[in-house]
């Protein structure tokens, strides 16, 4: 008896937007087309906050990634339905995007709820480390910000010992820091995003912080 094998059916989807940016390469061979700096989103997820910013702020260029065939279907599926024009979303692995721009490319990095990873094995797999947000800042402007979102208090833990060790190195400083975003003053006008909406239901706090970068 044969196997048939699983074929995820947003791949075919996908295929139907040429502008989908669908690996590493074809994002480099494309960056002629961009307007740099870019804004970038990294971990979009369904891409409601990406293109809440992008259509918002139009002469502005945002950079969403995300791996989930899924997400990067329906946030191509929203960039398309509104015709945007400075907005693209590439299936492009966390890991590797700061590799991917030159110096001085990157305007601002916005990393929510990305994740946790809560198992004591697991922590290794963690996206933000110092090694990660050092490769990141010496892409970006001077004063560009980075903001984060958690709802994991250890993970958030983590994040603010890799910052305040990034801050004594003068390459970055904290500008806003809150353990219950929503109640804090912060979260004034900003857009909540589809876990935000999850997790103010199930009683859960954010944990955000934003930090400006100093020095690549």
């Excluded at 906050?49 to 279907?73: I, R």
Aim: hydrophobic residues 40%; proline residues 5%; charged residues 30%.
């Amino acid at each position: 008896m044969s196997i048939k094998r699983f074929k995820n059916p947003y791949i075919d989807q996908i295929s139907r937007f040429g502008e989908v940016i669908s690996s590493e390469e074809d994002l480099l061979s494309r960056k002629s087309s961009f307007v740099f700096p870019v804004i970038l989103d990294i971990g979009c997820g369904n891409g409601e906050v990406l293109v809440d910013s992008a259509s918002k702020n139009p002469d502005k260029f945002y950079l969403g990634f995300e791996l989930q065939y899924k997400e990067v279907y329906r946030t191509t599926l929203k960039i398309d339905r509104l015709g945007l024009k400075n907005c693209n979303v590439a299936r492009v692995d966390a890991e590797k995007v700061p590799d991917l721009f030159n110096k001085s490319e990157i305007a601002e990095a916005d990393i929510f709820f990305p994740d946790p990873w809560p198992k004591t094995r697991q922590k290794k797999n963690r996206l933000i480390k110092k090694t990660y947000m050092d490769r990141l800042i010496s892409k970006m402007l001077v004063g560009a910000p980075i903001k984060i979102k958690t709802d994991n208090d250890d993970y958030f833990l983590q994040i603010l010992g890799v910052l305040r060790a990034l801050s004594l190195e003068g390459k970055i400083k904290i500008i806003e820091l809150s353990r219950d975003y929503h109640s804090s003053p912060f979260s004034k006008g900003e857009y909540i995003t589809p876990f935000e909406r999850i997790f103010l239901r199930q009683g859960l706090l954010i944990n955000y912080v934003l930090c400006r970068v100093i020095s690549g």
